[in-house]
């Protein structure tokens, strides 16, 4: 699909008013996407577990102007609560889709947002309130467009997320999200994300995703200046070939199930991402000590008990801890004993593979 395809050409149908809830998880990518060009199109592909217990549920309530706005007419409210200063970024999200669902401005919405994990925990919401929010807006543009498929809700609700967050395209649908042009992964696109197309051994089907919230705080570099460190970046280019290659890697490991070759790729992918970051003009380093103590703590017990577990990172100190089910007994008492001492206030989510966002 290209993205005229996502440029409605007239709506068949008219609608006064409504509401429509989403909630959309979160996801965490094996293959990093980090590095990208203007309007979200990433510098290197990248594939993701879908979450399931972290998630945004969003409602948003239509009602349509007598005529069309100047501008966007919204309230928005995070937890029951107007939110003011999360509106820019909504504002922005909007001017930047606008082309793609021009019914925005003939509508005032009431969007109502809010997350499953605690506010500032150091979890990024962007990516599943963006899944979310792009899902409601598709659900009205369904409405609109009543013949429309469920491919193709499910392709320009994941287009029109990544243009609020790049990552968010990665989190319409489950388990295994791949998004990004990949030579041979058929059917890959920059534009949005697909169902990992290829076998998936039964192993990765409920795989669990620990989260060890290390450090709670605002993050210290957001991902867009993050990802603009990669523009001049002295490894830019060996980093992209790096991803592709890694996905290249993945695809017999995803049919094989080998686990010893899976945690090769995860570990060096999160821990590329992080020697990018120390290697940017400016350098930043987003590991917190607790961070290391954990990853040094993984290492150790993989090795004693001939348990899988490995860790993933995202742009921050927290730490994923991921594991097959059939050693999720002896690793979840791993966490208990050694992990849970190195979180903020002993802070952890316990999550796992999930299968996409659901009306609600
Ligand atoms: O979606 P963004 O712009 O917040 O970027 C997310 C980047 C990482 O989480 C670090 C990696 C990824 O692929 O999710």
Not at 77 to 103: H, L, M, N
Not at 217 to 243: D, W, Y
Not at 248 to 277: C, Q, R, W
Request: hydrophobic content about 40%.
């Amino acid at each position: 699909m290209t993205i005229e395809d996502f440029i409605p050409t007239q709506y068949s149908h008219e609608i006064q008013q409504g509401k429509v809830t989403f909630k959309a998880p979160s996801n965490i990518a094996l293959v990093k996407y980090w590095g990208k060009k203007t309007d979200q199109i990433p510098a290197n592909p990248s594939i993701s577990f879908t979450l399931n217990a972290c998630a945004t549920t969003t409602s948003i309530t239509y009602t349509k102007l007598n005529t069309r706005g100047a501008d966007f007419s919204f309230d928005l409210f995070f937890e029951g609560k107007p939110k003011e200063d999360f509106k820019p970024k909504i504002q922005t999200f909007f001017a930047r889709i606008e082309e793609y669902v021009p019914f925005l401005k003939e509508y005032h919405l009431k969007i109502e947002t809010s997350n499953s994990f605690p506010h500032s925990s150091g979890i990024a919401s962007s990516a599943s309130g963006m899944a979310a929010l792009a899902l409601c807006l598709m659900h009205i543009e369904k409405e609109l467009c009543q013949e429309m498929n469920d491919d193709f809700f499910s392709y320009k609700a994941s287009f029109l997320a990544r243009l609020g967050s790049g990552s968010a395209c990665r989190s319409i649908e489950g388990s295994l999200i791949q998004w990004g042009y990949h030579n041979d992964i058929a059917g890959s696109s920059n534009l949005y994300g697909i169902k990992y197309p290829y076998d998936v051994h039964k192993v990765f089907h409920n795989y669990h995703d620990t989260i060890l919230l290390v450090d709670k705080g605002q993050k210290q570099v957001s991902s867009t200046i993050g990802h603009n460190l990669m523009h001049n970046h002295p490894f830019a280019e060996q980093r992209f070939g790096q991803a592709h290659e890694n996905l290249s890697k993945l695809i017999p490991v995803f049919a094989s199930g080998k686990l010893n070759d899976f945690i090769k790729i995860v570990e060096s992918e999160a821990l590329t991402l992080h020697a990018m970051m120390m290697a940017s003009t400016p350098y930043f380093i987003l590991m917190k000590p607790n961070t290391l103590q954990i990853i040094n703590k993984i290492w150790e017990f993989r090795k004693s008990s001939g348990t899988h577990l490995c860790f993933t990172l995202d742009a921050g100190a927290n730490v994923h801890v991921l594991y097959p089910e059939n050693e999720k007994a002896e690793v979840y008492q791993f966490i208990k004993d050694e992990l849970v001492a190195f979180c903020e206030n002993g802070q952890y989510i316990c999550d796992r593979i999930g299968f996409g966002a659901k009306k609600v």
